[in-house]
């Protein structure tokens, strides 16, 4: 094998080595901070509701406070609470692409609008 980079030769075993180095780098790189929550939803402010920016705040203040018990249920109803407020984001989202597309598909059919 050859690093396309380093245009010398290597074994499997120490390309394996470096490709886990880089993993490890990019993993460690893309942490939490950046927005991204276990589930795979953005927690950042600025794509949500008021109402539901402070039950996300009011959910990491109670991980940071409860740092142990937090893996024991302690927090649950404050992320059960998010949890709803997003998905009630979701639904609303949602409907206001539907009737989106439903008005684009309208406007397609009924063709360009005559210039007089």
């Known amino acids: 094998m050859v690093l396309p980079s380093a245009g010398r030769k290597v074994s499997r075993l120490t ?9 490890q780098v990019r993993k460690e790189d893309s942490s939490m901070s950046d927005g991204m929550g276990w589930g795979g939803c953005n927690l950042s402010a ?6 539901c920016n402070e039950l996300i705040t009011l959910l990491k203040q109670c991980h940071k406070e409860h740092n142990f018990l937090r893996f024991f249920g302690t927090c649950n ?13 979701y639904v609303a989202k949602r409907e206001r692409s539907k009737a ?15 210039q007089s």
């Open 77 to 89: 109803d404050a992320d059960r609470l998010m949890q709803e407020c997003l998905k009630k984001e």
């Open 46 to 51: 600025h794509l949500h509701t008021d109402e």
């Open 100 to 114: 989106h597309a439903a008005e684009m598909r309208k406007r397609l059919k009924e063709g360009p609008k005559v």
């Open 15 to 23: 390309f394996a080595m470096i490709e886990a180095e880089e993993y």
